[in-house]
Nanobody
Framework: QVQLVESGGGLVQPGGSLRLSCVAS????????MGWYRQAPRKERELVAE??????KYADSVKGRFTISRHNAENTFYLQMNGLKPEDTAVYYC????????????WGQGTQVTVSS
């Protein structure tokens, strides 16, 4: 069973940057899509960024600030976060879809991102 492990979270001041990494224990070429979600306290988990095939999709709140990318040789995908705001504070989770029918997916364990002065 492939597993996802995130890293890169932490405390950063407003306007700062962080890069989250999600390392898969297997070949990421098998993933139908890869994405990043976040969940702030007392809020529902929301999609931040997603890559499906060659296309990328971003939540309106992060467009122009966050970038999702992948490095196949390292079985890793990333979320580069620039211009961080306090409202970006959340636990960030990476996600991968293995198949559509049946629907199979993976979650990482989550990494805390805190934006505060």
């Amino acid at each position: 069973q492939v597993q996802l492990v995130e890293s890169g979270g932490g405390l950063v001041q407003p306007g700062g940057s962080l890069r989250l990494s999600c390392v898969a224990s297997g070949n990421i070429d098998i993933f139908k899509s890869m994405g990043w979600y976040r969940q702030a306290p007392r809020k529902e988990r929301e999609l931040v960024a997603e890559t499906l095939g060659g296309s990328m999709k971003y939540a309106d709140s992060v467009k122009g600030r966050f970038t999702i990318s992948r490095h196949n040789a390292e079985n890793t995908f990333y979320l580069q976060m620039n211009g961080l705001k306090p409202e970006d504070t959340a636990v960030y989770y990476c996600n991968a879809i293995l198949s559509i029918d049946p629907f199979e997916y993976l979650w990482g364990q989550g990494t805390q991102v805190t934006v505060s002065s």
